[in-house]
């Protein structure tokens, strides 16, 4: 009876303390890789509580309790919430990070053609899909900026309304690409970014410098802005509210906006993201699933107001 309190407490205190350690450790790489996966971390911590209680292992249900509320709290995130509107949208963005080993040309351009959307971003751009989208989406979207890349940061941007500017801008040596579109009477600016995925202390630097330098760039220009792409970063990571607070942009990400690893109708982690400056209205947001991919994508409908910056 003894050792079995002995293991239960010993049970109770990792578990407590693997919690603790989420959301209370620093902002560096191993805490961040460990944060991203808070929001599975509570799912199970929550399963683990449930099961501890028929069992009437106490010490168990109360350290789990305790730790998947901590995390809860940290994973409910500001967001900009759907607004109920009769009116059309203004502007409809469809983002697919397509995963460039991916094959299955026709049907994620079929899917971004379901979307019909009026921009189209497209991440993973190797030189073959490259080839595949023009000849797919050229002809319903013929004004368009492709940036492939072998290394899986290949970008493009497709749309049906005209470019008033569009160019490449280098970001610590991944491309992000900056269209400005004229939407209800006013220029809208769509920055579509891809960031490093931080699978290294390296990388992990590397997508922070990159962040921080979308956030710069926002910043020296008050157009509307829409920010969208695999950001690789969680909404309750440190670098997205960085990102958020500096460039004054809304997250309209939820939680349970999960994007990656998509499996089937399954994905565990919200990783890619729209973003809104001030006087950009979220008319509704959804993931949609992309053939082949490890990603979700998503499908954005926004209205934009006129004193929107």
């Given amino acids: 009876m003894m050792r079995s309190k002995v293991v239960q407490l010993c049970t109770a205190t990792m578990l407590l303390t693997g919690a603790v350690v989420m959301v209370l450790a620093p902002d560096a790489y191993w805490p961040m890789l460990l944060r991203a996966f808070m929001l599975p ?12 209680l028929v069992r009437r292992y106490w010490w168990v249900a109360l350290s789990t309790i305790v730790g998947c509320a901590m995390m809860a709290m940290q994973v409910h995130t500001p967001r900009v ?6 009116d059309p949208p203004d502007l409809r963005v469809f983002h697919m990070n397509v995963w460039q080993p991916n094959t299955a040309y ?30 797919g989406l050229g002809a319903r979207y013929p004004f368009m900026h492709i940036e492939p890349r072998e290394n899986c940061y290949g970008i493009a941007l497709f749309s049906r309304i005209p470019f008033q500017e569009v160019r490449t801008i280098t970001l610590d040596g991944t491309p992000m690409i900056e ?29 922070n410098r990159q962040l921080e330098e979308v956030a710069r760039h926002r910043g020296q220009d008050d157009t509307a802005t829409v920010v969208v792409g695999d950001l ?54 959804r993931t949609v699933h992309i053939a082949g991919s490890d990603h979700k994508g998503l499908l954005a409908e926004l209205n934009i107001s006129s004193h929107a910056h």
């Avoid at 971390?41 to 501890?52: D, K």
């Avoid at 919430?81 to 009769?86: R, V």
């Avoid at 997205?240 to 500096?246: K, M, Y």
Wanted: charged letters at 15%.
């Fill in 41 to 52: 971390a509570c799912v199970v911590f929550g399963a683990i509580a449930v099961l501890a």
């Fill in 81 to 86: 919430e759907a607004a109920m509107t009769a």
């Fill in 106 to 135: 026709a049907s994620a351009i079929a899917r971004a053609l379901d979307s019909d959307a009026d921009v189209i971003s497209v991440q993973e751009v190797a030189p073959v899909w490259a080839e595949a989208l023009v000849q």
């Fill in 179 to 207: 269209a400005v579109l004229k939407r209800a009477d006013r220029p809208v600016r769509l920055l579509a970014v891809h960031a490093t995925s931080p699978i290294s202390y390296a990388h992990f630097q590397r997508r």
């Fill in 232 to 285: 690789n970063t969680v909404p309750w990571d440190r670098a997205f509210r960085r990102l958020c607070a500096r460039a004054g942009l809304r997250s309209t990400t939820p939680a349970t906006q999960r994007t990656w690893p998509s499996v089937g109708p399954l994905a565990l982690i919200p990783l890619d993201h729209l973003l809104i400056s001030p006087g950009i209205t979220l008319a509704g947001l």
